[in-house]
């Protein structure tokens, strides 16, 4: 039952005062297991060898290959085309920068999410090279393993309302990162340092609660709850914020 | 064009460049990391086993120490490695493994009481300490004495490299990502930085630095089939070699890895052969007994590479669209087992295959796997044949791994070796100070500029980037791939020259403007084919087996004249690489002996000769 795959694919190239922004057809034959990173690098092989897209892993381990595969954001890598139509339409990720074709700029927006985020343990303590390494129950640790499992591929923020809205939104990854830090009994920073960072529009009081981040996640985190649970405890900080005997 | 200037240049920003960083900006200097990708989609990332070290915490580690690490290390490398420098790897793993944990890894930790675990297809219990409750934990791997690879659940590579991230995002090192480095700049005697394509608008810039790094990682990808991540081409090995100075190590030591599965190569885990999953051939017959008898399936990774190979070389291999493969066959394990015990590979299985190994068999062949050799340098991280230049992690040939690595001691590498080469190099920027000669560094990317100028136009020739590359993987495959011999060494090096010429003759089908990455192939592809006709010259040469460098016409290991390492450098203008030897290690706390697997004659060193060839 070989079918005949015909791929839309948007093309643009910035770079290039000759190029507009249109869409190109490309016709491949389907092979066996084959997948879009498959499909994708035969086109360039075989068509066009100008075309861009980014691959890494092509494991659905390093988050490079996010793009809109008919019209939802996904991993193109994990994305088997005996599970699409024979049309099949692929778009770069929206929010983030074009460098051209299906090739975003992802790592400047994650890496201003992480200096925004304060992305690290905040401890004074020194590491003492002689010493035993501090314990953790196992159990704690992975539940934080379970919130440090994003790959950072953007599908969340490209599938956000809110981050379509104000670019400077900090999506359901950048919260989910505050999140893990905020279980993670090494960060010494408080509920009231959360606040500072998330409770605000740009933060946890812009999301909407739509979900779309959750449902296009191709880790599955539970963005949900996490996005629920610092809702609940910022609006608690806030609150205590207007009583001035609590403020610090 | 713009110039950037810096203390301390990292290319690459994977595990052991950015350990490198943060050492040096953590002292106050000022340090830009390089990478192809940003900096945590590095292939790092994608190590989901874990990494070893010696810390004795969990039941079946008991007893552990960094001595018997050692003695793992170097049975491994089959006495290839440098003595004293798996040594400094072994005595820092633990602390290495401390510091990451203060700086935020989620590491997996002992739980007490009883537990049971699976080895050879059987089941067998164990028992954790209360003591010791709470401290890292530790899991099995091939080649080790004891329980001593630390991991994160399935993720040890991911969480490592986006805690070291954050750690390097806390201290302010800058990473350029999306960059490219196509030539690094000296004065023959120093080295002053690098040219690099920027990857989102294809210009030039150039990065001046005191202090070069190069932890590029390995160079799977000149081989066709490889579980590494597809921008795994060899850049930093590339520029080093191009120097015509600085030489790379044993490049002839390639790991393969028996179960890639079919198509796009990503590894399933050992793990399914451990706990019972069997091989099969075409005809669904089981054939590792037939070769080996005691272990079948659970022989080392190289030797069952081999048998895998030399089946299908018999006609016995199943043919696909994609080339010929095996099966392994876990069926048997039973659904609960592979939700559980196997879940990564229930996952591959299901997301990039579309299959379920409760019922279907798996396609599988074996698939390079890790590149042992790379920039040679010294215990310190400083490269061979230029100052102000080092190396770490995959990309360097410090040497601990010799002709085999042990799977768990590459991750750990990059951190241990990331650690005590990022010292090294604050010592030297304190030190050192250089000039950088403007006419140098436009010269130097004037070069570069003019390579892109003739591929774009195709005044070189017009061969097609694509027809290049896969002449090289098939001279590759047939001449230096599990299997090697003297007469095919001979054809393949002889076919890479060829190609080489040819690869010097590319003329872009597209129009090379902006990120374009026919071009991008273009400029890399040369190198490419010089590091394979450095690993086919250097196993052609090396006429013994020696981990995972096997010789169908050589098949004893040879100490009397072969206890040595290869040293590669290209002179400019050459159609092959010039190689020189240097001996094995200089300290020889073990002296050659047997590995106590994969089995082999050895040819050993005369009693006067052990001290060093
Ligand atoms: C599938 C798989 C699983 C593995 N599992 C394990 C395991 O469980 N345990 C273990 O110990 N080892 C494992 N390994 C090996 C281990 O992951 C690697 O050896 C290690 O991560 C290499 O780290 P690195 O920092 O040296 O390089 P990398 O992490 O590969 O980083 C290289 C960096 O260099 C950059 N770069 C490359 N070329 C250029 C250039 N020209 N210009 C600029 N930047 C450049 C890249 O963008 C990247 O940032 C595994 C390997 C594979 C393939
Ligand atoms: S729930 Fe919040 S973060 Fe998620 S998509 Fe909606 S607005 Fe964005
Ligand atoms: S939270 Fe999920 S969708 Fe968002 S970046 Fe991380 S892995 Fe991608
Ligand atoms: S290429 Fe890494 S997730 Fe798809």
Redesign the pocket.
């Known amino acids: 039952m070989a079918r005949n795959l015909t791929f839309s694919i948007f093309r643009y190239n910035p770079q290039d005062p000759t190029s507009t922004p249109h869409t190109d057809t490309f016709i491949l034959d389907e092979t066996n297991h084959m997948t879009l990173f498959i499909a994708l690098n035969r086109i360039r092989e075989e068509q066009d060898p100008g075309l861009q897209f980014d691959f890494c892993c092509r494991?659905g381990i390093c988050g490079a290959c996010a793009m809109v595969v008919n019209g939802r954001p996904g991993l193109a890598c994990h994305t088997k085309t005996k599970d699409l139509p024979e049309n099949i339409t692929l778009m770069p990720l929206p929010f983030f920068t074009l460098v051209g074709d299906l090739s975003v700029d992802t790592g400047t927006w994650f890496r201003n999410m992480a200096q925004r985020v304060r992305s690290w343990v905040h401890t004074d303590k020194e590491f003492n090279p002689r010493a035993l390494e501090e314990r953790m129950d196992n159990a704690l640790a992975e539940e934080i393993y379970e919130l440090e499992r994003c790959i950072e591929c953007g599908c969340c923020v490209a599938a956000c309302g809110t981050a379509i809205m104000r670019p400077d939104f900090l999506g359901a990854a950048g919260l989910n990162r505050l999140a893990r830090f905020a279980l993670d009994p090494r960060d010494k920073r408080t509920e009231q340092d959360h606040f500072e960072i998330v409770g605000n529009d740009q933060g946890i009081f812009g999301c909407m609660g739509l979900l779309a981040c959750e449902d296009v996640c191709p880790k599955h985190l539970p963005l949900q709850d996490q996005l629920g649970m610092l809702r609940w405890k910022m609006g608690w900080a806030g609150i205590m914020n207007l009583l001035p005997w609590k403020r610090k | 064009m713009q110039t950037f200037q810096t203390d301390l240049l990292c290319?690459?920003?994977?595990?052991?460049?950015e350990r490198v960083a943060i050492e040096a900006a953590a002292a106050g200097f000022d340090v830009t990391c390089?990478?192809?990708?940003p900096?945590r989609r590095?292939?790092?990332?994608?190590?989901?086993?874990?990494?070893?070290a010696a810390l004795g915490n969990c039941a079946m580690g008991e007893g552990d120490s960094p001595d018997v690490h050692f003695e793992d290390t170097v049975k491994g490398s089959d006495w290839g490695c440098d003595q004293e420098v798996a040594r400094l790897f072994c005595d820092n793993a633990p602390i290495a493994m401390r510091q990451l944990a203060a700086w935020g890894v989620p590491w997996n930790r002992v739980v007490p009481g009883k537990s049971t675990y699976f080895k050879g297809g059987k089941l067998f219990e164990k028992e954790e300490l209360q003591e010791k409750e709470g401290l890292i934990t530790a899991r099995a791997f091939g080649g080790t004495a004891k329980w001593r690879?630390c991991y994160t659940s399935d993720g040890?590579?991911h969480t490592v490299?986006y805690t070291m991230d954050n750690r390097a995002v806390q201290l302010g090192v800058a990473v350029h990502d999306k960059?490219?480095?196509?030539s690094l700049i000296h004065d023959g005697k120093n080295c002053l930085g690098a040219v690099?394509r920027c990857l989102k608008t294809g210009e030039l810039h150039t990065y001046l630095a005191r202090v070069t790094l190069i932890?590029?990682?390995?160079f799977?990808r000149i081989y066709r089939e490889s579980?590494?991540?597809v921008?795994?081409?060899g850049?930093?090995l590339i520029?080093a070699l191009d120097t015509g100075l600085v030489p790379l190590g044993n490049m002839e030591a390639v790991q393969f890895h028996p179960t890639g599965i079919v198509p796009t190569d990503?590894?399933v885990t050992e793990g399914c052969r451990g706990d019972g999953g069997t091989l099969l051939d075409k005809n669904g017959h089981r054939f590792m007994p037939d070769y080996e008898p005691d272990k079948a399936e659970l022989a080392s990774r190289d030797v069952v590479s081999r048998w895998m190979t030399h089946h299908m070389r018999q006609g016995l291999g199943v043919s696909s669209p994609y080339g010929d493969h095996l099966w392994l066959d876990i069926r048997h394990l039973g659904c609960q087992h592979l939700a559980t015990k196997l879940r990564e590979v229930d996952e591959i299985c299901k997301n990039f295959l579309g299959i379920d190994p409760a019922v279907d068999l798996i396609p599988v062949r074996p698939t390079q796997?890790?590149s042992m050799g790379g920039v040679r340098t010294d215990k310190d991280g400083l490269a061979y044949g230029l100052k102000g230049l080092f190396a770490?992690?995959?990309?360097a040939c410090w040497d601990m791994h010799g002709f085999n690595r042990l799977?768990?001691?590459?991750?750990?590498?990059?951190v241990v070796a990331g650690m005590i080469i990022g010292a090294k190099v604050v010592t030297y920027l304190q030190n050192h100070h250089v000039s950088f000669p403007t006419s140098l560094v436009r010269d130097a990317t004037a070069a570069q500029q003019d390579r892109i100028r003739l591929l774009v136009s195709g005044k070189s020739g017009r061969e097609n980037v694509f027809a290049v590359r896969n002449a090289m993987y098939d001279a590759l495959m047939h001449g230096a791939g599990i299997f090697r011999n003297g007469k095919d060494l001979e054809a393949c090096v002889q076919t890479l020259q060829e190609v080489h010429a040819r690869s010097e003759k590319i003329g872009l089908r597209s129009n090379g403007r902006g990120a374009n990455p026919e071009l991008a192939l273009a400029l890399r592809l040369p190198g490419m084919v010089r590091l394979a006709l450095c690993v086919a010259q250097g196993a052609l040469q090396r006429t013994e087996s020696r981990g995972s460098h096997a010789r169908e016409d050589h098949p004893e290991r040879n100490d009397r004249d072969w206890l040595v390492r290869t040293l590669a450098t290209w002179q400019p203008g050459e159609s092959l690489p010039s190689l020189t030897f240097e001996p094995a290690s200089t300290v020889w706390s073990i002296p050659p002996g047997e590995r106590g697997y994969g089995g082999g004659k050895i040819i050993s060193a005369e009693p006067e000769e052990k001290s060093g060839i």
């Open positions: 494991a | 290319i690459g920003a994977g595990l052991a460049g390089l990478s192809l990708v900096a590095s292939h790092s990332s994608a190590a989901q086993g874990g990494m070893q690879t040890t590579g490299l960059v490219e480095a196509l690099v932890a590029t990682g390995g799977g579980t590494n991540a921008i795994n081409d850049g930093g520029i990503i590894l796997h890790y770490a992690g995959e990309a799977g768990g001691n590459s991750l750990a590498e990059t």
